[in-house]
């Protein structure tokens, strides 16, 4: 038996009276491929508007069509469509997480579990 092996028995972890509702993680799916599609969505919106109203000046670089040859199929303004989705995409990830820590803060866990203490404190002398 070598010095760093225990012959008592170890006890078992406590069980989690915690856990994390299933429905969430369905929630999770569910929004991870919604929300590019609704951001490419409202890109396209978007940029459509912003060619109506004038409101910033695209260049031409990013204004071109993409044209699909063996599909005979054309996308208008795909270039700046992308672009608009990835901003929108930051930041609707983002209002996510904001919302999800929001949620977790009021409804989560406690902060310290069964096995954790709360940090010792110190007094320091002058």
Known sequence: MSKYNTTGRMTPPPEKKWEVHPIWRGIGCILFPIVPFMAYIIADLLVKMNLEQGWYPIPAELSRTLRVP?????????YINLMVTALLLLI??????????????IAGPGRYGPMDAPPVRRVYKK
């Open 70 to 78: 063996f599909l005979d199929f054309a996308l208008p303004h795909f």
């Open 92 to 105: 609707g990830f983002a209002l996510i997480m904001v919302i999800y820590t929001l949620i977790y803060a």
